[in-house]
């Protein structure tokens, strides 16, 4: 009543408005080509943005890599990828620990909902966590965490919001993670019970297995267990930027305010969907990205190329092969690569750009065994980056080593975060528990680098960082799996690289992965290992007849120019010959 809400207002607590949110659930799936009824949905929030109290808010929900890592161990077993919405999830959290007061929305609640007990001036008293507020998030996580300990799971301690099952024998029956209500997974049959025990805590609607929308993306799964991940609706739903068409020739004038907001938005969704399925968008919207600063209208019309582009095949996705992968004898590959001093860098203090920043592209996969012998492979792309190298770099050597010390580092977060889904991740140890439980393996297309690395003695670099970065990672590359890392130094040879938790292999520009997120090319070698989840790191012929004939070239232009100087130097002799001759006549005369 008023009159007890008031008493609770007198004591410091303080009463949030309330509204009514209006929304479309199938706004998502509405397309050009499938214009579906609307489904009106409306939900009772609160203003928690209007709350005074400081409260921890924080509510962990599982990131790409995590998914990633779900499909991967789906389709490598042959598991079914599930997938449930827990109804009205906030209500089903955590009791709360404060008193929440909220007075009614505009015009009451008795003309929704027929109450007549429901009096103007009634205010509402929450006992559990209502949408809109602060820390509403966390006590349904809360919950939630609670509920997968308590039937068995153990936690991701890298990846939040990740959690997996083993049986008695350490065998990974289960692997499971949380976005917000939406829960994905993927057991064992074994593993059902353990799985039913945490969706009997919750109400849930429907369980979708297979085929189903998963946080805005398309998860499909073919008649052979391929699982595929699209992002067709929303690409989709891309419009290009109107740009008038007086401006269409001044590609040099700044953008408008409106303009601008065209572009963030548009930007925006490319970058969404290239970090969920299309890394062939990544270094195009890392460039669009370090634009919208201080765009112009080229900028825009390079928004609408990439747009473009992606309307052309918005069902381009990334495939999990169901076979050819075992995850207790794969592999993790970083996979790396360079452009060197092409880019620019929006400097916020001078409000303009500098130029000779290079760009750097990263792929983490899980890969089977025979890359290692150079050999045809399944391919499980788990996460992919492209993003500028803001230090400025010298040489190509340079950036190639930053790019790699990146993907190396990386890699080991996610190496961690697989150890650790099977118990096996020591926390305090973590860099060795982690190599111990599976090998790495770095890739590049820069033999510089990679014999800079495998060499007995380090080389002096005039660049100490750079010396610096070369360091650190010969240490990681000359570890022994199981042990820490020591300093090269200590060893006479370099491991054998099948004992080593690292090891590195060099591969042709023409097979590289990673090269199509660092300058604007053709990606098909990329699209076609997204595609058929399959990959040959091995030299083409092609790429070696053309580097014979580059050889042949530069030979034949070497011996042409060493001829030259030969002719220029007996040319030089014959008249300074000639010449000393003249003045010994001209002394006899």
């Known amino acids: 009543t008023k009159e007890e809400a008031e008493k609770l207002m007198a004591s410091g607590i303080q009463a949030l408005p309330m509204q009514w949110i209006d929304t479309d659930k199938n706004e998502q799936k509405r397309t050009f080509d499938n214009p579906i009824d609307v489904l009106h949905k409306s939900r009772l929030v609160g203003r928690g943005d209007l709350e005074k109290v400081d409260v921890r808010s924080d509510s962990p929900t599982i990131s790409e890599e995590g998914q990633s890592l779900i499909f991967s161990f789906a389709a490598a077993h042959g598991l079914s990828i599930k997938s449930a919405d827990i109804t009205n999830a906030y209500f089903q959290g955590e009791k709360l620990t404060r008193p929440m007061l909220f007075r009614q929305p505009k015009g ?51 990846f939040r919001a990740l959690y997996s099952f083993t049986d008695k024998d350490g065998k990974l029956m289960c692997v499971a993670g ?94 969404w969907i290239a970090r969920q399925c299309r890394p062939d968008l990544s270094y195009r919207v890392s460039r669009l990205q370090s634009k919208v600063s201080k765009a112009t209208v080229a900028d825009l019309k390079e928004c609408n190329k990439v747009v473009a582009y992606a309307l052309e095949n918005p069902d381009i996705g990334i495939t999990f092969k169901a076979s050819g992968l075992d995850w207790d004898t794969c592999v993790l590959c970083t996979i790396n690569d360079a452009s060197h001093a092409n880019e620019l860098e929006y400097i916020k203090a001078i409000e303009n750009y500098e130029p000779f920043r290079s760009q750097s592209g990263r792929l983490l996969a899980l890969v089977s065994p025979e890359v290692l012998e150079g050999k045809e492979s399944t391919v499980h792309l788990i996460s992919h980056n492209s993003t500028l190298v803001k230090r400025v770099c010298r040489a190509t050597l340079q950036a190639e080593a930053y790019s790699l010390q990146s993907g190396v580092e990386q890699g080991d977060v996610l190496r961690a975060a697989i150890a650790d889904l099977y118990g096996k991740l020591d926390f305090k140890d973590w860099e060795t528990t982690a190599a111990a439980h599976m090998q790495m393996v770095w890739i590049t297309d820069c033999e510089s680098v990679c014999s800079a690395l495998k060499r007995p003695v380090q080389a002096k670099l ?32 370099k491991p054998d690289e099948r004992s080593c938790s690292d090891m590195i292999f060099w591969i042709d520009t023409d097979v590289m992965l990673a090269d199509c997120l660092t300058k604007q090319m053709d990606p098909d070698v990329l699209l076609n290992t997204m595609k058929s989840g399959i990959w040959d790191p091995s030299q083409p012929i092609e790429s070696l007849q053309k580097k014979r004939i580059k050889q042949m070239q530069r030979s034949k232009k070497k011996r042409d120019d060493w001829e030259g100087e030969k002719r220029v130097t007996v040319q030089n002799k014959c008249y300074k010959n000639k010449f000393d001759n003249s003045l010994v006549d001209e002394a006899e005369d």
């Not at 509920?147 to 301690?157: H, K, T, V, Y």
């Not at 739903?237 to 953008?255: C, H, Q, S, W, Y």
């Not at 650190?472 to 060893?491: C, H, I, N, T």
């Open 462 to 493: 005039a660049d100490k960082r750079l010396q610096i970065e070369i360091a650190a990672l010969r240490q990681s590359l000359w570890r022994k799996s199981g042990e820490a890392a020591e300093d090269p130094m200590y060893l006479d040879d």
């Open 108 to 158: 009451g609640l008795t003309k929704y909902d027929g109450d007549d007990g429901m009096q103007e001036d009634n205010y509402l008293l929450a006992q559990v966590p209502v949408y809109g507020t602060r820390d509403a998030g966390r006590g349904f996580w809360k919950k939630l965490r609670k509920a997968f300990i308590n039937a068995g799971f153990r936690e991701n301690r890298v």
């Open 178 to 271: 949380s976005h917000v209500d939406d829960l994905l997974w993927a057991n064992h049959p074994e593993a059902e019970h353990i799985v039913q025990k945490v969706l009997g805590e919750f109400e849930f609607g429907k369980i979708d297995s297979r085929n189903f929308t998963y946080c805005g993306k398309e998860v499909a799964t073919d008649k052979d267990g391929n699982i595929t991940i699209t992002c067709t609706a929303t690409t989709k739903k891309l419009v290009p930027i109107k740009i008038a068409p007086g401006r269409m020739k001044n590609v040099t004038a700044n953008v408008t305010q409106d303009e601008e907001t065209q572009l963030r938005s548009v930007v925006g969704i490319l970058a």
